[in-house]
């Protein structure tokens, strides 16, 4: 299990010295660890180079059995910790851009005021990572839109609006609620959000089809685009709050709703640590913006 454990940080991380560092091991033993799991396969698991390491063809493969491996015996250890008594362990959510800058830090604060030696691993990825995440196990529960997902348990959280983002001065700024009809014409930035995207859906139901230049995978890096004037796009309200980027934000017309739901495999795959967390979430819901 040790030897699953060294080759999952190594691909986390991209370098075998990255995982030795965060390991507490030599690069020698990191090395070494790896080259007797192949031997034992009989199969080689990495492609090393200057560069970094990366999977096989075989190691992509294998890859997920071993990573489910290592979440289980974490969720053993978890377990073993909470018959004890003990008050630790790690909360591990998979979550988008907006609830990791708006929600996630104030609930988190309010959490280990009362359970300080509680730990928490977030993991930000689309849809369709997410709903991956929580079935293997890597995630106790994640953040998600429910008609992206589907084969697990879900419940809501909050419906949140859809805005046009366009540069200052745009000639679309013009109206206070902007027509789909009219942000399709425009050369559109596309948010990547795992075979399922708000924006495409509403402009599908209004039988149209949108003039997509990019399609990236960061909110942050869409609104850069957008005020170098390559582009409008649509993006969640809540990861627009607070924002210093020179930009110009209005409703559409249809309005464009991203519900949030919280989604996990079963009750009984949650540690005491991941319900308390989401029973303070529940009861925190209208306090939530």
């Not at 031997?39 to 990573?67: D, M, Q, Y």
């Amino acid at each position: 299990m040790n030897r699953y454990l060294v080759l999952q940080r190594i691909v986390e991380l991209g370098t075998f010295t990255k995982a030795a560092n965060e390991l507490g091991l030599t690069q020698s033993a990191v090395s070494q660890s790896v080259s007797s799991l192949e031997e034992e396969l009989h199969i080689k698991l990495l492609n090393r180079s200057k560069n970094g390491a990366k999977l096989t063809a075989e190691g992509e493969l294998l890859f997920p059995h071993i990573e489910k491996a290592c979440y289980e015996l974490r969720a053993v250890e978890e377990r073993a910790r909470e018959l004890r008594g003990l008050e630790t362990g790690t909360v591990r959510i998979a979550t988008m851009g907006s609830v990791s800058a708006h929600w996630l830090p104030g609930l988190i604060a309010t959490f280990q005021k009362r359970w300080p030696n509680i730990e928490f691993a977030l993991l930000q990825g689309d849809y369709a990572a997410t709903e991956e995440w929580i079935k293997s196990g890597a995630v106790d529960f994640g953040f998600v839109n429910p008609h992206a997902v589907s084969g697990i348990k879900t419940f809501p959280v909050k419906d949140g609006r859809m805005l046009a983002v366009l540069p200052e001065g745009h000639p679309l700024a013009a109206f206070d609620k902007i027509p789909l009809s009219l942000l399709a014409k425009e050369p559109f930035i596309l948010l990547e959000e795992g075979g399922y995207s708000e924006p495409l859906k509403a402009f599908e139901e209004q039988g149209l089809r949108p003039d997509i230049r990019y399609t990236i995978h960061d909110d942050y890096a869409i609104m850069n685009m957008v005020e170098a004037n390559l582009g409008v796009s649509m993006l969640a309200e809540l990861m627009l709050r607070r924002l210093s980027y020179k930009l110009t934000l209005r409703p559409t017309a249809p309005e464009v709703i991203r519900p949030i739901y919280v989604g996990y495999k079963d009750a009984l795959s949650l540690t005491t640590a991941a319900r308390r967390f989401l029973d303070l979430l529940r009861h925190e819901i209208p306090n939530l913006p």
